[in-house]
């Protein structure tokens, strides 16, 4: 079956600097990887989409890459701040036609001033 | 526009009891789904449904049933709670197969 790992269960960073998140995933090749935003409380907050013939896309100071051949995406804030302190989820296709996701367990970010 | 709406937002049930979460979303999409989410197990798939009049199963459906009343709303239902059924509970919804989901705030179940 298909497993999808998030490398780190808390990443700690220093305000300015970059947040890299790594998301690896066995046995599958998925259509697209989706990663979201959750923060205490809430329900997951989806940020971006990438597609399997895509290897990067970008929204303001986010990007997430997606290495078919590696079977990883990463995903970068830049200029990274405390309001960015949040756990970070990716999820990818289930392969079925539904559009379910497969989501990893999370990687809690703390970004301190 | 509301986006996706869940009730209650908190509920206490003994062993044995019953109870009917519910979902709404005001964005006309076609798909609808409901997870749960442990520490440390991440948000898994109980049930979804691609359309209206349509639900399946997904990873962990066992002590759940599921009902899509109309396109607006996907009710999730324990006949017999159990323990282990502590959980937050998550709608979401999305509008093609590809597209984003949008989840709603959560329903925090603590079965005694």
């Known amino acids: 079956s298909q497993k999808i790992e998030q490398n780190s269960e808390a990443l700690n960073i220093q305000e300015g600097k970059t947040a890299t998140l790594t998301c690896n995933y066995t046995n599958y090749s998925p259509a697209y990887l989706q990663w979201y935003r959750q923060d205490p409380g809430r329900g997951p907050v989806f940020l971006l989409l990438i597609r399997e013939n895509e290897k990067e896309k970008r929204k303001e100071r986010l990007k997430v890459t997606f290495d078919t051949t590696l079977k990883q995406s990463l995903f970068h804030i830049t200029a990274s701040q405390p309001a960015d302190s949040a756990t970070y989820l990716c999820a990818l296709d289930s392969g079925g036609s539904q559009g379910n996701l497969i989501f990893g367990k999370g990687t809690k970010l703390s970004v301190k001033p | 526009n509301a986006g996706v709406t869940q009730t209650p937002k908190f509920q206490v049930l003994k062993t044995g009891q019953s109870m009917t979460l519910q979902c709404a979303q005001d964005m006309n999409h076609n798909s609808m789904y409901w997870y749960r989410q442990d520490p440390g197990m991440g948000l898994r798939l109980i049930y979804y449904?691609?359309?209206?009049?349509?639900?399946d199963k997904g990873e962990v459906p066992n002590g759940y049933n599921v009902s899509r009343l109309n396109k607006r709303e996907f009710s999730l239902r324990l006949e017999s709670a159990a323990p282990s059924q502590t959980s937050v509970y998550f709608c979401?919804?999305?509008?093609?197969?590809?597209?984003?989901?949008?989840f709603g705030p959560g329903t925090r179940l603590t079965v005694l």
């Open positions: 449904s691609a359309s209206e009049g349509t639900t």
């Open positions: 979401a919804s999305s509008d093609t197969d590809i597209n984003e989901q949008f």
